[in-house]
């Protein structure tokens, strides 16, 4: 029987938690914005369009991801520049988030959770993928 300490159990919930925001923000762009509209938005930023399907593809697979458990390190490590893009993105919009367009506050702060998350890594009731473990060591 594996014991956990409150480290795990802390881990686990910043894990999931932001698990599960990656997933309904990568959800949102899918279902509320579209991906024609997602994809305009980042042209209507000066980014390519191709970044909009990236963005998408790592917040609903990586949401998934950090939920189970899976990577939960490398994941997070993974997460940090589209965390980064969208501090960008919202960096003309002031501090708030609750602003008009949304501020850079909230982005910025999810940064400093997956950078906590590279650093506590998963905590408790993560799925181990043993051919991971052996390639990736402790960023599986």
């Known amino acids: 029987m594996t014991t956990y300490s409150n480290s795990d159990y802390a881990a686990t919930a910043l894990r999931v938690s932001t698990g599960i925001l990656f997933l309904a923000h990568g959800m949102m762009k899918i279902t509320v914005f579209t991906i024609p509209g997602t994809v305009g938005f980042f042209q ?10 990236l963005t998408i593809l790592a917040e609903v697979l990586g949401g998934i991801a950090l939920i189970a458990g899976v990577a939960t390190r490398l994941v997070s490590l993974a997460l940090i520049p589209v965390l980064l893009g969208a501090t960008w993105a919202h960096s003309a919009n002031g501090w708030s988030f609750s ?15 997956q950078a906590t998350l590279v650093l506590l890594g998963s905590g408790a009731y993560a799925v181990k993928i043993p051919a991971l473990q052996k390639t ?4 599986a």
Do not use: I
């Open 44 to 53: 209507s930023l000066g980014l390519p369009g191709f970044l909009a399907y």
């Open 99 to 113: 602003g008009e367009g949304g501020g850079w506050e909230y982005p910025l702060f999810w940064t400093v959770v």
């Open 136 to 139: 990736l060591g402790q960023f």
